[in-house]
């Protein structure tokens, strides 16, 4: 049987005080994810349909679509933390609508990413928990990894049609997901690609193929490969922290505020996911202090740990990080047991 810990130890309170510093921005619903979601997605038609009229050049219309995939993922993604709601249960549906409508251009199931999404955060870098650890490694490795996730996904889903695949898959996603959500996955991605397949093979067979490619295909695989390198990769290489400082990083550059979208300072959505990713800064200007204090790496120009961010693959340098994160967690007050909730 679980024991709470008493109302005075140092690990809970330490807790409340993050959550008090978070409260002004979270819980509110947020008309400004809602809007993201709306021009992107007729940002998104419209360069398409310029694109096909060859009002716009294809090299022009797959960069600005891809762009626009790219902006679009911030939706969805708070979609998955009930963040574009906030605490209002009756507005659950435009929720779910906006991350339905941004899985289009973005040729990404919804709900399965919802569910592995929340694996990521449980089981953060993991090596056979987490669904983003496939990304992690060399530069190389992970932006090759990034640029197939479309193919990959598109493969799952018609492989999940052979029983014996489907099973095999399932085995895998239950690792970090459980058994009765990591079928829910499959059942997903089969209906979800199976579908986008089927719109694309019409689409070629009416002689729109290369329009198929150019305007919706490459602008998704590109869109999500950044977010890929973005999100995935680049806060939390080496992928070797576990503890709830220690298991992604921040990386301040100049632009990395509008690249990452809040997100230079990842590792206080994983501290505090409620929190919509343009008040991430707020938050970490006045947690910086206590992460510093809690072994947080936070790199990159201007910083006090670290001028260069690390994005190399040195074996003695994962090594050396490794250690300081399990140094830096043993002397924490703050276990692991105690983080902050993914969902309200």
Request: aromatic fraction near 8%.
């Amino acid at each position: 049987m679980k024991t709470e810990p008493p109302s005075n130890d140092p690990a809970r309170e330490q807790l409340r005080a993050e959550l008090a510093v978070a409260a002004p921005y979270v819980g509110n619903f947020e008309p400004r994810l809602v809007f993201t979601c709306l021009w992107g997605l007729v940002g998104w038609a419209l360069c398409a349909t310029l694109g096909v009229m060859e009002i716009l050049p294809y090299w022009l219309t797959v960069s600005v679509a891809s762009i626009i995939v790219f902006c679009l993922y911030m939706p969805m993604h708070e979609a998955t933390h009930d963040n574009i709601r906030g605490d209002a249960k009756q507005l659950a549906w435009v929720n779910e609508m906006v991350g339905w409508v941004c899985s289009i251009p973005l040729l990404l199931d919804y709900p399965s990413h919802r569910i592995m999404h929340m694996a990521h955060h449980a089981h953060t870098n993991d090596s056979e928990k987490d669904p983003d650890f496939e990304v992690a490694g060399s530069l190389s490795k992970a932006l090759m990894v990034s640029l197939l996730q479309i193919p990959i996904l598109m493969l799952v889903g018609i492989a999940a049609w052979v029983p014996t695949t489907r099973r095999s898959l399932a085995a895998g996603f239950a690792k970090g997901t459980g058994e009765n959500k990591a079928n829910k996955v499959i059942v997903d991605l089969r209906r979800f690609n199976t579908g986008v397949l089927v719109i694309m093979t019409c689409m070629i067979f009416l002689g729109a193929g290369f329009e198929a490619l150019m305007v919706w295909l490459l602008p998704a695989t590109i869109g999500l490969g950044i977010v890929s390198m973005s999100f995935a990769w680049l806060p939390h290489h080496p992928h070797n922290g576990h503890g709830r400082y220690t298991n992604t990083r921040v990386t301040i550059f100049p632009g990395s505020g509008v690249l990452s979208r809040g997100h230079d300072r990842h590792i206080i959505h994983h501290m505090l996911p409620r929190v919509p990713h343009y008040h991430i800064a707020p938050v970490f200007d006045d947690l910086q202090e206590v992460l510093e204090a809690k072994g947080t790496r936070i790199e990159g120009p201007n910083t006090k740990m670290s001028a260069k961010i690390y994005i190399g693959w040195d074996v003695e340098r994962n090594e050396e990080i490794r250690r300081a994160a399990e140094e830096a967690d043993a002397s924490n007050e703050s276990p692991a047991r105690f983080r902050a909730p993914i969902q309200k």
